[in-house]
């Protein structure tokens, strides 16, 4: 072996990756230094420089050593120290959250769900010969689910599932099944979320509206036009998508499932109980989203909060019995540990830098939001309100996806909604627009959590790839939104 090894040619970096590596570093740590525009100040032209080294090098390099160069960078950027920094990156409740959850959901698919499922779902006469409706039943379905159930533990299982239906049925490892299944789970999750803003940071910007515009956001009139615009969306990209992407069906519609093996035809004894503690943690946590201002949501929001919630869980399956009489847990953490399926560094390391640095790009002491203001607000003056109900849409889609959308949805709104009133048009459906908009980041890594987690999975590397399938989601998004909520306005108008 020693031999063999030695007659192989050495390899070294290509010379384009030390080109990479170089404009990832000076980004990171030499951007900040160039003069100061506009009203951004020197930090946030620190901060600015550092969010786009890092969006750089994971698109050309990888999510490890970015996100280590980014800590330092956050740490000296004068908006924190390197304590700060540290703890706001890796001691963020989201970070947490995912890393627990990722104990659960992994541990679901490792212990034999996904396969199960891949048997009782392809089996069914519904979907036998049919795999494009399956893949539209897949995504639809889940879509509607994430209205209540948060995309985060959703998006960690729905990926392990996909990629064991993938395995199962025996795609190649850079086949654009993995890739296409990948980014319409993202699609539907994001989708279903943005429904109808009860609760979380959408209710706060629906709200704020509501404060501004004097007339509060309809969620049954909302639901009716995210809704459709939902199903179309999801449709044409599971259809569309299948042929852009040269998506081959017939592996999956000639998969014999009986090469899944006997096991696959129950679910394991310590799978069962896996999955009763993590429905039952989900419920918990919808109760608490949903049902506010009594004892129990205020305790599970305010004192044990969600991630809390998702450790109690992880923890709770650590210690209850499999009841599989082999004297474990329910999850044995050795066999979760070395498992990409269960935790994924890469995915907890890009969320750790990208969320928090983010929101320190929007915040006050950048500069940032002065500036964009001052850029969109001769925009809109003496526009038509369809002018200003398209142009909101294709502001907030793209300036979601550069930062933080909680920061860049409430920047807008102050913005738009006086132009909104000037015009005449039923705030309402503006309004509508820019919530269901602002939720939609998933093209940067640094949009929000769930594209953090998407950019992240090592079962789909190719950073080219993922892009053009999130750049074709997001053409989706605008055309289709454009395209219903400007009906929406003339119903109404």
């Not at 072996?1 to 970096?13: D, F, H, I, T, V």
């Not at 990832?24 to 525009?37: A, D, E, V, W």
């Not at 920094?85 to 970070?95: E, K, R």
């Not at 959250?97 to 990722?102: L, S, V």
Request: with cysteine.
């Amino acid at each position: 072996m020693s031999n063999e090894k030695a007659l192989q040619p050495r390899k070294g970096y290509s010379p384009m990756q030390y080109v990479h590596i170089i404009i990832t570093l000076l980004l990171m740590f030499g951007f900040g230094y160039l003069p100061t525009f506009s009203t951004l100040t020197p930090v946030g032209m620190k901060l600015l420089g550092l969010f786009l080294g890092v969006i750089y090098g994971y698109s050309t390099c990888n999510a490890i050593w970015p996100s280590l160069f980014a800590f330092i960078a956050f740490g000296l950027s004068g908006y924190t120290d390197m304590n700060g920094a540290i703890s706001s990156m890796l001691g963020g409740s989201t970070v947490f959250q995912i890393i627990t959850q990722y104990f659960t959901a992994g541990a679901i698919v490792i212990y034999g769900f996904g396969k199960w499922f891949v048997r009782w779902s392809l089996t069914k006469k519904i979907f036998q010969g049919k795999p494009l409706f399956y893949t539209w039943c897949f995504m639809f379905i889940f879509m509607w689910t994430s209205i209540v159930i948060s995309q985060i533990p959703m998006a960690l299982l729905l990926y392990a599932i996909w990629n064991d239906i993938a395995d199962s049925c025996g795609y190649d490892k850079k086949s654009t099944f993995r890739y296409y299944g990948f980014g319409g789970i993202l699609l539907s999750l994001m989708m279903g979320g943005a429904m109808i803003p009860y609760k979380s940071w959408m209710l706060g910007l629906a709200n704020t509206w509501a404060n501004v515009t004097g007339g509060s956001i309809n969620l049954g009139f909302m639901f009716l036009i995210t809704g459709v615009c939902g199903i179309i969306i999801i449709t044409l990209y599971v259809f569309l998508g299948a042929k852009l992407f040269k998506v081959d069906f017939s592996t999956m519609e000639a998969f014999d499932v009986e090469k899944l093996g006997e096991e696959s035809k129950h679910l394991r004894p310590r799978t069962k109980r896996i999955l009763v503690v993590y429905l039952i943690t989900m419920v918990l946590a919808i109760f608490a989203g949903t049902f506010l201002n009594n004892p129990l949501s205020d305790f599970l929001n305010n004192t044990l909060t969600t991630g809390g919630l998702y450790c109690v869980c992880s923890a709770l399956l650590m210690c209850i019995p499999s009841g599989e009489g082999d004297g474990q847990a329910a999850i044995n953490f050795d066999d979760i540990k070395h498992s990409d399926s269960a935790v994924s560094w890469t995915v907890i390391l890009m969320c750790a830098v990208t969320i928090p640095l983010a929101t320190a790009l929007t915040s006050e002491g950048t500069g940032v939001l002065p500036w964009l203001t001052g850029i969109f607000t001769p925009v809109f003056e003496g526009r038509s309100p369809i002018f200003i109900l398209i142009f909101t849409i294709v502001v907030m889609l793209i300036l979601t996806n550069v930062g933080s959308n909680i920061a860049f949805g409430g920047a807008m709104i102050p913005v738009v909604s006086p132009f909104v009133l000037a015009s005449g048009m039923n705030p309402v459906v503006a309004g509508a627009a820019l919530i269901w908009t602002a939720n939609m980041g998933l093209i940067l890594p640094g949009a929000s959590a769930p594209a953090s987690i998407f950019h992240g999975r090592s079962e789909i590397p190719d950073a080219g790839l993922r892009t053009k399938i999130v750049l074709f989601s997001a053409g989706l998004l605008l055309v289709v939104s454009i395209v219903i909520f400007s009906i929406a306005y003339l119903l109404t108008a």
